[in-house]
């Protein structure tokens, strides 16, 4: 089965940081992974989505990121603003399943 | 954004009583799931459903029942309520592309189950 993990649970940094979230998975048989944010109270916000063959997405200030070899997916935040607070969860897709992390709050302050 | 709506999206309701909740979604995708998440436990798996009629497990299937007789409706039924199923509860749904080669799943906005 497979683990999905993502460290750190929680982040805080002040506004303008660049900022890597990271995801780490325990089969590389994944045929993508995917980044959602989360609101507090709102569902899930698909960000980007990674193909298996593909090593990254971009949508303007996000970059993610994947190393099938090494079972691990950054998701990369540049000049981070309060507005970008939210969890942010990865999710991979194999074995016709999706699993999640746990997810890693990110607090940007002002 | 994806058109999934979910129904009702507050309920509170009593030990014992069935509860049925709705997802409706527009964009004609075959793959359905419902979730769970709850602090501490992240998002759990509690059905899904491949096509009109189809449907599997979940994680934590014990004490739900599903039903998709529409390719657009997958409905998520509490036989009889307890207060473990206090949750909110996350509908989703998902399309194979490129022959297979990748999966996107999209969410609904939710539904906060209390039960008392």
């Known amino acids: 089965k497979q683990e999905v993990t993502q460290i750190p649970a929680a982040l805080s940094v002040p506004e303008g940081e660049n900022l890597v979230l990271n995801c780490s998975f325990t089969d590389s048989a994944i045929y993508n992974l995917q980044w959602f944010r989360q609101d507090p109270g709102k569902g899930l916000t698909s960000l980007l989505l990674?193909?298996?063959?593909?090593r990254e997405q971009t949508s303007g200030r996000l970059n993610a990121s994947l190393d099938k070899s090494s079972g691990r997916s950054t998701l990369y935040i540049a000049a981070s603003q309060p507005g970008d607070s939210a969890t942010y969860l990865c999710a991979s897709y194999n074995f016709n399943k999706f699993y999640f992390g746990s997810g890693t709050k990110l607090n940007v302050k002002p | 954004d994806a058109g999934i709506t979910q129904s009702p999206r507050h309920k509170v309701t009593e030990t014992g009583t069935p509860v049925t909740l709705r997802c409706h979604q527009t964009e004609n995708h075959r793959y359905m799931y419902w979730y769970r998440q709850d602090p501490g436990h992240g998002l759990r798996l509690i059905h899904y459903s491949y096509g009109v009629k189809d449907t599997d497990k979940g994680e934590v299937s014990d004490g739900y029942s599903v039903s998709r007789s529409k390719t657009e409706d997958f409905l998520l039924t509490l036989e009889s309520a307890t207060s473990s199923q206090t949750s909110v509860y996350f509908c989703a749904i998902s399309e194979s592309r490129d022959g297979g080669q990748f999966n996107e799943q999209f969410f609904g906005p939710g539904t906060r189950l209390t039960v008392l």
């Open positions: 990674i193909q298996s063959s593909q």
